[in-house]
């Protein structure tokens, strides 16, 4: 399937964590950013998207691609991180330093 012929879906919380992560936006802002980025060139690996800088956890099933999480702009390479984290019970720190509490 061509990049151009997907639908795309964003979740709720995949919307609220780019607000978080990124910069506010309204939902079908960032519904209709996704789809003109998806017509440039982009990485995908497994389930894991970078895409403009930022990265998404994303589904795709019957040419849908539904955008399940932000992980926001990071130098970090989160698949790889993902995996690090989970074998050794841990987590990924997408604060920047940032840190609430």
């Not at 998404?56 to 999480?69: N, P, S």
């Not at 926001?72 to 989970?86: L, M, S």
Request: with cysteine.
């Amino acid at each position: 399937m061509r990049r151009h012929e997907k639908r795309v879906r964003l979740t709720e919380h995949a919307h609220m964590r780019y607000c978080e992560r990124v910069e506010p936006i309204g939902h079908e802002e960032l519904l209709r950013m996704l789809q003109e980025q998806l017509q440039r060139p982009y990485r995908r690996d497994r389930r894991y998207a970078h895409i403009e800088g930022v990265w998404w956890r994303t589904t795709l099933e019957d040419g849908v691609m539904t955008f399940q999480t932000c992980y926001g702009k990071t130098h970090i390479y989160i698949p790889e991180a993902v995996k690090w984290a989970k074998r050794n019970n841990d987590r990924i720190d997408l604060t920047g330093g940032r840190y609430g509490g």
